[in-house]
């Protein structure tokens, strides 16, 4: 399987300038450790990139709260549920130098990004490229994924803030399915301009809504992008890629994953609104049990304090209990009396406890057959 490499941040996140020290995390679940190349060997490989489209932006009203903070322009029907990607890059040329950047998802507030943290370390650059992607919903409750670019004036940050508009330019729906068509859920998405060669210095992270699609939009039109399911779906790491333009239509990833599986949405709650995390422990207490896994392991950043987590399991007809341990990164183990069950699962701030705060009984119904 193609290793992916990408930028992984917790809310602990340092804010500093990473150059090709970038801290990256192997999305690929359960590979040999020792196959593992370290971060200090991942090449940076760029062939003349730069946005093609811009976003415009303004500052904010001179008021003391709103210094230091960048916010989003969006329809009145849509609501920022979250910045999954926002990335200040030096100007080098007349374009980003991805060499030379720093991550700022950690330190969103209700899909708004306070950069003051950033602002108050050395050095930094008078002007930047900002890649920001959001999580927008509509009134209806339907989510898409809005990407971007937007060249800014720190001065003006540090002074007013600034709003940036986010407009769709093109997009494209992604869909993950098996081997027999069957639709996943959960499963994460990594998009890339074809001009960057390595994943993670301009990558898009999306997963995939309970009918296994997930919208892009805020893609340059004239240009073509690399969608890859970076981790494979849950117990099978494979992976696959395609190509979409900007203003590309329905693309479909599949998984060499087979048979029937049975999917359940858990949730998380983040005791910050810029947290992420992973899943390092999923372990079966019943050794008679078919097995469970989760679809994707690493959790990303932006969907504020509240973060879907999928498990899945051999599709069966019985409600037989599937109990199992559980842990994520930098927290205690904690266990689930069936991981068919949807559970919530609340991070506590102040040590690294995990609390079940709900979880409802096994359904007698016959598994979807979606």
């Known amino acids: 399987m193609r290793a992916i490499g990408i930028l992984f941040w917790t809310a602990n996140a340092s804010l500093v300038a990473a150059g090709a020290g970038f801290a990256w995390t192997r999305l690929s679940a359960g590979r040999d450790r020792q196959t593992r190349v ?28 709103r210094r230091g ?3 989003f322009a969006l329809p009145d029907e849509l609501t920022v549920v979250g ?13 980003p130098a991805l060499g030379k950047g720093v991550d700022l998802t950690a330190t969103q507030v209700r899909g708004q990004v306070d950069a003051k943290p950033w602002l108050r370390q050395p050095d930094v650059p008078s002007e930047v490229f900002l890649a920001y992607g959001l999580i927008v919903r509509d009134r209806g409750g339907r989510e898409q994924y809005r990407q971007g670019w937007a060249r800014i004036d720190v001065t003006a940050l540090r002074i007013h803030g600034v ?9 494209v729906e ?3 399915k098996t081997q027999e068509g069957q639709a996943v859920p959960g499963a994460l998405i990594v998009v890339d301009p074809t001009e960057v060669s390595q994943s993670g210095l301009a990558s898009q992270f999306l997963l995939t809504a309970a009918d296994g699609t997930a919208v892009l939009t805020g893609l340059e039109r004239e240009s073509q992008y690399r969608a890859t399911l970076a981790n494979g779906i849950g117990p099978d790491k494979r992976s696959d890629t395609t190509i979409v333009a900007g203003n590309g239509e329905r693309q ?4 060499p994953l087979s048979g029937r599986w049975d999917f359940v ?3 998380l709650h983040f005791a910050t609104s810029g947290s992420s995390s992973r899943v390092t422990e999923l372990t079966s207490i019943d050794p008679g049990s078919l097995g469970a896994w989760v679809v994707e392991r690493w959790i990303p950043p932006g969907r504020g304090l509240d973060a879907p987590l999928w498990g899945m399991f051999p599709s069966t007809t019985t409600c037989r209990p599937t109990p199992v341990r559980v842990a994520f990164s930098k927290r205690e183990a904690v266990d689930l009396d069936d991981f068919r069950d949807r559970a919530d699962l609340a991070f506590s701030l102040y040590d690294q406890r995990v609390q079940v705060v709900h979880g409802p009984k096994c359904s007698t119904e016959p598994p979807s057959s979606r």
């Open 163 to 171: 709003k940036v508009e986010a407009p769709i330019r093109g997009s």
């Open 174 to 176: 992604l869909e993950v």
């Open 69 to 71: 903070w960048i916010t």
């Open 38 to 65: 370290p971060s200090s060997a991942l090449p940076v490989s760029v062939v003349s990139f730069a946005p093609r489209e811009t976003s415009p932006w303004n500052s904010l009203a001179d008021s003391e709260s």
């Open 252 to 255: 479909v990833l599949r998984t």
């Open 83 to 95: 910045v999954s990607v926002a990335r200040a890059f030096a100007v080098r040329n007349d374009a």
């Open 265 to 267: 949405e858990h949730h």
